[in-house]
């Protein structure tokens, strides 16, 4: 696996100059994707921060070829750019292999796009789709997604005297990847850049579907000051939250086990968008948090261990 | 209040029992004031994980008799067409409101009127139309949205109130009151449990031979009545006028300024403004056309309503045409230009 200095000197995907919020972690990871690998790669953006964020007309912050279409399809859109590509090969208009990246935020992955990424995955496309989740739909203004956890509030989940916030729990997507029986699996965090560039790296170079799930907190949706961010992703994966792991062949790795694991008020509690519930009258709330990610959590370390 | 806020309310006041919605700038605020206001009243707020699930809620809440609307921008309308297609073949009471910005495609996120074509039109398959608002105030938005729900409960369909990106931000004082009701017909047709009485059935399905060829001319002699009954124009000295310029929706408001201006310039102008879209004001238009005066269409696309006003013409003086698309705003100056040169054309009759 590539060493972060080596990884430092190659030219990034990214360029700065994007219009990303200050403090913001996405470009962490798109940073990362020539520089993890020496394959050429395509990049198609599904419609979010990170979409508008770059491509603001008449820029580009992508220094590689770049397509974005709509919300619900960036995965569908992938799979059209990967089959051409496989056609060119096999007619010899080209020997060269390219890779094929779909990036989409939790509202263009979990909800709105997440018929046109099951079906990418299902039919085998040499694809990897990373998901970088925010919690919400931040683009437009932080409304909830099916990727916002219990009990945040945001401008359509808000906090009143009766309900606190966002009423159920988030699904999760990694899980519903998992089950679709594809080469490579993995979630990931923005504070751990060698597991993260490992990860982006296998997503890419593995031969078929794979499915990145990246922790992203975000600067206005959660709440936090600009210089919080890698803070609260590794508060994510200490907490268990957000554990490290991947799935290869239906291989389970967790990748990070915390030595003590920090209860989720930790991580809660330093974000605004949670900030109610510290009130007494919805502590059943944090008890139901708890408990799911402790279920999420014995569940891994079940699937690890029946793995070995 | 803002135009996106203060057509949430109005729908509340219309009693609106259900609100389904996804996000999508610039109508934002109508998600969020919905999901704060809706339970207050012990109503619906839901948020949906795509436009095409918003349309679907409607559909479903709107077949159990109860009053439902959803609300996005341009890109979220167009995918909202299935549904709407099926609620006028099914005969659905709803309202929809597109608070447009530009396109096409993704387009921006400014202010726009380029999807005259699909409200006016149906947008969607098959032999339909929906009844279409272009208000041109915050005010007008209100009470278009309070007529709206009564309109799609009396002749069963979908209406659209079309806003745009600067009507849905912009801030107005409103009265928000409810000036208007009608006698509606019960709702005999609505899915509320069999029990005691007949199935109902609400279907867009129609496949003995000619039966879907009956629903469609049931539903044309249904639009025939909106055209003769529900057109809504206003109309500013146009007995004198020399030209006549047709806007609606934000666009009418700059036109109303420039026409102001010519006005003090001595020059004869007035203005035709389309309240109603589908319907259309033809017949207000045509009789202007009775005398020789020039027709200035003013929208922000690249000509959609032109058609209109030019099919209610029907060849008989001439209309021109200034249009800004792609979220292009038009200044009072630059309309106020296209007056004065029209003026030099309106003294020579054709």
Redesign the interface.
């Known amino acids: 696996m590539p060493k972060l200095q080596e990884m430092a000197k190659k030219e990034a995907a990214f360029s700065s100059g994007h219009r990303l919020c200050a403090g913001c972690p996405v470009p962490i990871f798109t940073k990362m994707l020539t520089r993890v690998t020496d394959y050429d790669i395509v990049v198609g953006s599904a419609?979010g921060c990170l979409e508008v964020a770059s491509s603001i007309f008449p820029y580009s912050a992508w220094k590689v070829p770049w397509i974005?279409?709509?919300?619900?399809n960036a995965a569908a859109m992938m799979s059209g750019v990967e089959t051409l590509h496989k056609v060119h090969r096999r007619k010899n208009k080209t020997d060269k292999k390219i890779k094929c990246v779909a990036i989409g935020g939790d509202?263009g992955t979990y909800?709105?796009g997440?018929q046109s990424l099951s079906a990418a995955m299902e039919r085998g496309h040499d694809l990897l789709y990373i998901c970088y989740d925010n919690g919400a739909?931040m683009n437009?203004?932080i409304?909830?997604s099916?990727a916002t956890p219990l009990g945040a509030a945001t401008?359509?989940?808000?906090v009143?005297t009766?309900?606190a916030g966002k009423q159920q729990q988030r699904k999760d997507l990694t899980r519903i990847m998992i089950a679709h029986h594809i080469p490579y699996v993995a979630q990931a965090s923005i504070h751990n850049p060698v597991d993260l560039s490992n990860k982006i790296k296998k997503g890419i170079e593995i031969d078929g579907p794979a499915f990145l799930n990246i922790l992203s907190p975000c600067i206005p949706g959660w709440r936090i000051a600009p210089d919080m961010a890698v803070e609260l992703a590794g508060l994510g994966a200490e907490t268990c939250f957000w554990p490290l792991y991947e799935v290869e062949d239906q291989n389970f790795k967790v990748n990070y086990e915390p030595k003590k694991k920090l209860p989720v008020t930790d991580w809660l509690f330093t974000q605004g968008r949670f900030r109610h519930l510290r009130d007494a009258k919805w502590s059943h709330l944090v008890q139901d948090f708890q408990t799911r990610v402790d279920q999420q959590w014995d569940w891994l370390l079940g699937r690890q261990a029946a793995t070995k | 209040m803002c135009g996106n806020e203060a057509l949430a309310e109005a729908a509340i006041i219309a009693g609106c029992d259900a609100y389904f919605g996804y996000p999508i700038t610039p109508q934002n605020e109508v998600p969020a004031y919905m999901a704060r206001r809706m339970p207050q009243e012990g109503r619906v707020f839901v948020q949906s994980e795509s436009e095409l699930a918003a349309i679907s809620m409607v559909f479903g809440a709107s077949a159990t008799g109860k009053r439902a609307m959803t609300s996005s921008s341009s890109p979220g309308i167009s995918l909202m067409q299935e549904g709407i297609s099926y609620l006028a073949g099914a005969e659905l009471p709803a309202v929809v409101v597109n608070v447009m910005r530009g396109g096409p495609g993704l387009g921006n996120i400014a202010p726009s009127q380029a999807d005259y074509f699909q409200a006016t039109r149906g947008g969607g398959h098959g032999d339909y139309r929906t009844i279409v608002f272009g208000p041109s105030s915050v005010q007008e938005l209100v009470d278009c949205m309070i007529l709206a729900f009564d309109l799609a409960d009396q002749y069963l369909m979908p209406v659209m109130v079309l806003a745009d990106g600067i009507l849905g931000q912009m801030m107005e004082p409103v009265v928000l009151e409810k000036k208007t009701s009608r006698e509606l017909p019960a709702k005999d047709w609505a899915l509320t449990g069999a029990k005691d009485r007949d199935q109902n059935i609400v279907r867009s399905l129609w496949l003995k031979e000619g039966a879907l060829e009956a629903h469609n001319n049931k539903l044309q002699a249904r639009y025939e009545q909106i055209q003769r009954d529900e057109v809504l124009c206003e109309q500013y000295e146009v007995d004198d006028a020399e030209i006549v310029v047709v806007a609606y929706g934000i666009a009418a408001r700059i036109v109303r300024g420039a026409v102001t201006r010519a006005r003090a310039e001595g020059i004869k102008v007035g203005w035709i403004r389309p309240i109603t879209l589908w319907p259309f004001p033809t017949e207000e238009i045509n009789k202007a056309a009775d005398e020789f005066r020039i027709f200035l269409n003013v929208e922000m696309s690249s000509g959609q309503m032109v058609e209109d006003v030019k099919l209610a013409v029907a060849g008989k003086t001439p209309v021109a045409f200034h249009g800004r698309p792609g979220g292009g705003v038009p200044t009072v100056d630059e309309i106020l230009d296209k007056i004065r040169q029209l003026t030099l054309r309106a003294k020579i009759p054709v």
Do not use: K, L, N
């Not at chain 1, 974005?68 to 619900?72: K, L, P, Q, R, S």
């Not at chain 1, 401008?155 to 808000?158: A, E, G």
């Open positions: 419609t974005h279409t709509a919300f619900e509202g909800d709105i997440i739909y437009t203004g409304q909830r099916g401008t359509t989940t808000p009143g009766v309900v």
